[in-house]
């Protein structure tokens, strides 16, 4: 129980601790950079965020649709509202963990089902953010070495992973274990490896990360800034690469200080680069919090005490529809 107390508490710690760090090196100049804010803009960037939440919703319901779980956008996007909510608040990226408990109790799909469409969300968002990458190195000169890595490493780890995909389903196993893994790997394919699996996914995810971008571009021009395009999507894929490690609860401190260094190195002043960082997470887990109050009341109340299994690292209480 310590143990579990302990990890929330230093993962929290961390973040705001990195927060307040950033905050109280530029906070004169935050002051007098919200006085001259052009608030309008803020809306624009709030807007933008809240759609590409439906255009994830949309994607995600596709995925689910290739593995025989039928769902509308509304259900869809509450599910990724709900465990990106919990994320927020559960070390470890946990809350996900919540979403095979939503698809168990409302649809009762089979975890199997609930692991596999995961998996295809996250592999087609890491890689999509990688090759964004790549091609925003092309344009952004004098980057460190290690951004390389960063960006590379997912790319080719994208492509062992679906090259070991077109083997699923010409092994099978009497272990139970091993036979369920074979089991997600062939429903992992069924959702992704289709030419119209991988057109719709793809199309979709590059949307949604060009959102995201354009996002923390209207915090930009919020704050009156004008950074080059490719210098936002490579901070914006630093960022996520970086949060994708689960240091803090939604990579809340490291997310920023990922972003401001990379304005920093592309030559952002360093107030500058802290705020729009700032205020670019700020808004997104803002309408993440919003989006997953509400997608909890929509879905009922029960699925708090899914928030709380997935935090204590057990299924237990809700029941999904077995494997």
């Known amino acids: 129980m310590w143990r579990k107390i302990s990890t929330i508490i230093v993962s929290t710690a961390i973040a705001v601790g990195i927060i307040a760090f950033m905050l109280f090196r530029i906070w004169d100049d935050l002051i007098v950079a919200l006085g001259h804010a052009v608030w309008y803009y803020l809306l624009l960037a709030s807007i933008v965020c809240l759609g590409a939440w439906w255009v994830r919703g949309i994607r995600y319901r596709s995925i689910l649709s290739s593995l025989g779980v ?53 592999v087609f968002d890491i890689v999509t953010v990688a090759l964004l990458g790549a091609i925003s190195l092309l344009f952004v000169l004098d980057v460190p070495d290690w951004f390389y890595t960063l960006i590379l490493l997912p790319l080719a780890a994208g492509a062992v992973f679906f090259a070991v995909l077109l083997f699923a389903g010409k092994y099978t196993s009497e272990n139970r274990i091993i036979r369920t893994l074979l089991t997600i790997m062939e429903q992992i394919k069924e959702a992704s490896l289709s030419v119209r699996a991988v057109i719709f996914l793809s199309g979709s995810s590059i949307l949604i990360w060009l959102m995201d971008v354009m996002v923390c571009i209207f915090v930009v021009m919020m704050f ?38 990379t304005f920093t190195l592309a030559g952002v002043p360093a107030a500058e680069a802290a705020m729009i960082a700032v205020v670019d997470h700020l808004v997104k887990n803002l309408i993440t919090l919003g989006g997953g109050i509400a997608s909890i009341y929509y879905f009922g109340g029960w699925v708090l005490e899914s928030i709380k299994s997935a935090f204590e690292k057990r299924f237990g209480g809700i029941k999904p529809g077995g494997v």
Do not use: M
């Open 224 to 261: 009156q800034e004008v950074i080059p395009f490719a210098v936002v999507v490579l901070a914006i894929v630093v960022g996520n690469l970086v949060k994708a490690v689960p240091l803090t609860p939604g990579g809340v401190g490291t997310y920023e200080l990922a972003l401001a260094l």
């Open 70 to 122: 039928l769902v509308g956008v509304n259900f869809s996007t509450g599910c990724i509202f709900v465990s990106q909510t919990a994320n927020l608040i559960v070390p470890a990226r946990l809350g996900d963990l919540v979403r095979i408990f939503i698809l168990g109790h409302e649809k009762h799909a089979p975890v199997s089902k609930g692991i596999s469409s995961l998996v295809v969300e996250r």
